[in-house]
């Protein structure tokens, strides 16, 4: 659909694609700063984001994982200037109010030369967190109950409920259970500056996900 883009940056290094989402919002907010309030994300989406608005003083808001629920974020929020995907999809609303692979590669070479940086100078600069994603097979009929234990697992948490349950370990860690929406799989999401710690949680609620498929309810 001509929705997506991959990029390669000069030293011939693949991105990955949160990376990519990292590189091109510095790269939106070093040109047009002072004229945004606002970006949005996915839930799922690194809290690099974060720390790189917060350089800026840029409010980040998270939207449903899905492209319907950026759109629809940007269709709710005039204020909302840039939406950045997970999945190589960016939406600049003064354009289309959906990605645009096309547009998307035009806007980053143009940002590239407004700011005078490339794309790998960028990358090196940027703060660095261990994002990892584990997809385990979960019956359709059994990811509501997979749900209500991960809400009540996270009760005493700092937490968002947007999509899935998302739960917050410390500033810079956090777990996301989020069932897809058309295979029988639960994903599961780990962010931290630590990877190990991002190994080790992953292991911990993978196995709480698969004990909560298994368990029997009276």
């Known amino acids: 659909g001509a929705e997506r883009i991959w990029l390669i940056d000069e030293r011939g290094k693949l991105l990955s694609d949160n990376r990519l989402l990292s590189i091109v919002t ?19 989406a690194s ?13 980040v808001v998270r939207t449903k994982n899905s492209h319907y629920g950026m759109m629809e974020a940007v269709l ?5 200037k840039f939406v950045g995907g997970t999945k190589g999809g960016f939406i600049f609303p003064e354009f289309l109010f959906a990605s645009d692979g096309m547009f998307a590669i035009s806007k980053i070479l143009e940002l590239m ?27 359709r009929d059994l990811k509501g109950k997979v749900m209500r234990y991960a809400t009540l697992e996270s009760e005493k948490s700092k937490r968002q409920l947007i999509d899935g349950v998302k739960i917050f370990l410390d500033d810079l860690t956090w777990v996301l259970i989020l069932p897809d929406r058309q295979r029988s799989e639960v994903h599961l999401f780990v962010e931290s500056n630590d990877e190990k710690m991002v190994d080790k949680l992953i292991g911990e609620y993978s196995e709480k996900v698969r004990s909560w498929i298994m368990l029997q309810e009276k």
């Open 76 to 80: 709710k929020d005039p204020e909302i």
């Open 26 to 44: 510095k790269l939106f907010l070093s040109v047009n700063a002072t004229k945004v309030k606002k970006i949005a994300v996915p839930i799922s």
């Open 47 to 59: 809290l690099e984001v974060d720390l790189i608005a917060s350089e800026y003083g840029i409010e």
């Open 113 to 139: 030369a407004l700011a005078e940086l490339k794309i790998g100078e960028i990358e090196e600069k940027l703060p660095k967190l261990f994002l990892k994603r584990l997809s385990i097979p979960c019956p």
